[in-house]
């Protein structure tokens, strides 16, 4: 019974966590630039779309890498 309350911490701390990318998410088309960088790719054929955004991938993910390296920092 001893891991129940650190589970329960770890849910509400993912249930914040989704929040938070929610609200992103939801806020994403008022950036100009997001999904719309040099390197995204576009390709457009007839009523076909595909779309990859490279550049968007490895820039959000050197922000997230940040951001947690600096929460862990904190926690420390």
């Known amino acids: 019974m001893a891991q129940l309350p650190s589970l329960g911490k770890v849910l509400i701390v993912m249930g914040i966590v989704l929040l938070v990318i929610g609200i992103i998410l939801t806020q ?23 779309y990859f955004p490279v550049v968007t991938s490895i820039l959000l993910s050197v922000v997230l890498t940040l951001i947690f390296y600096f929460i862990n920092k904190l926690k420390r």
């Open 28 to 50: 994403l088309n008022r950036l100009p630039f997001v999904g719309k960088l040099p390197g995204d790719i576009l390709i457009r054929k007839g009523n076909f779309t595909f």
